[in-house]
């Protein structure tokens, strides 16, 4: 009999990729969206536009209790990935408390629906590297200490906690996935490795002059999706609920990728670069760097595709889009 998962955030980058693994696995694959993404699905569910025929898709809102609650007691999943959450970057106020809400609430309704009405189920919270923030070691490992410095990391830290309070309060199988950046052709628009991506490609074809930028020596962790959304899979089958980093422990700087990206198309992005002070970020004393050896030996995880190469594949991608080919 198949296994039924069900995953929230099933239109982004690593809840797409996830789909189409578990589909390949044999699974029964239910996503949870919103109405919105149903009535532009031409470009809100463009990630899963491909395989909509073979999984189930359900209406509701993840920061709504009794929308959750009905979805679970619907599915009865035998693994719930929960990968979608609000990552919006603001100081206002209420954009933080909405953050607050959506990322921890939501984290909760799962849990708690888990508990009451399918207590086998196993279930997966999608971590981030931003629960190590200003960190105070390099690399960091599912030992370091946690000091997120956004409202986006505090949100995740405290889901966080809250996953292993059901784990050893309840007994439920819960698990963080600690990942680091991870990138591939369906990252959005929004996250400046696509922006780079992007440029470089319309620059290419005449499209565009030149790119802004913040602080390009900022350095970061970069693997790819597919990887990792592989770890997030090896988490939930391991024989022990438990937390784990996935990264590449390699660091690149935005200058790199940059680099890497113009030079594809024999141009040199300091022709085409400014430099914007408003993009700026606090800097880091010391970076976010992973160490995923606990997840290499435990779970036989290790990344396959290097920085170069995703870069590539994500520049052939756009450019393919942009022509308009197939």
Not at 87 to 105: P, W
Not at 136 to 154: A, H
Not at 305 to 317: A, G, P, S, T, V
Request: glycine share 6%; hydrophobic share 35%.
């Amino acid at each position: 009999m198949s296994k039924i998962a069900l995953i929230t955030g099933i239109s982004g980058q690593d809840g797409s990729y996830l789909a189409e693994l578990l589909l390949s696995k044999g699974y029964e694959v239910h996503g949870f969206i919103k109405q919105e993404s149903l009535e532009d699905k031409e470009h809100k569910l463009s990630n899963i536009l491909h395989i909509l025929d073979r999984i189930v898709l359900h209406l509701g809102s993840i920061d709504n209790h009794l929308s959750i609650y009905k979805v679970i007691s619907k599915v009865l999943p035998d693994e719930c990935y929960h990968l979608a959450a609000s990552s919006f970057v603001s100081y206002s106020f209420d954009d933080e408390s909405s953050v607050l809400s959506a990322n921890f609430n939501s984290t909760h309704y799962l849990l708690s629906s888990i508990k009451e009405l399918c207590p086998e189920c196993k279930f997966y919270f999608a971590g981030s590297s931003e629960m190590f923030g200003d960190a105070d070691t390099c690399p960091q490992n599912e030992s370091t200490k946690f000091n997120p410095r956004s409202i986006y990391g505090i949100s995740k830290l405290a889901s966080y906690h809250l996953v292993r309070n059901y784990r050893k309060q309840h007994g439920i199988f819960a698990c963080t996935g600690i990942l680091f950046n991870h990138e591939s052709p369906r990252r959005g628009y929004e996250f400046v490795t696509k922006k780079i991506i992007s440029s470089a490609v319309k620059i290419h074809l005449g499209l565009l002059y030149s790119i802004e930028l913040g602080n390009i020596d900022a350095k970061r962790d970069w693997g790819y999706a597919p990887d990792y959304v592989q770890g997030m899979h090896k988490i939930l089958n391991h024989s022990d609920a438990d937390d784990f980093v996935l990264s590449t422990g390699k660091l690149h700087s935005v200058r790199d990728f940059l680099d890497i990206a113009f030079s594809y198309f024999d141009l040199d992005y300091k022709e085409y670069l400014k430099i914007n002070p408003q993009y700026f970020r606090p800097n880091e004393t010391i970076p976010l760097q992973g160490d995923c050896k606990k997840a290499n030996s435990y779970l036989g995880w290790k990344p396959t595709k290097d920085f170069n190469e995703m870069i590539i594949e994500m520049l052939e991608h756009e450019l393919k889009k942009l022509k308009g080919t197939k």
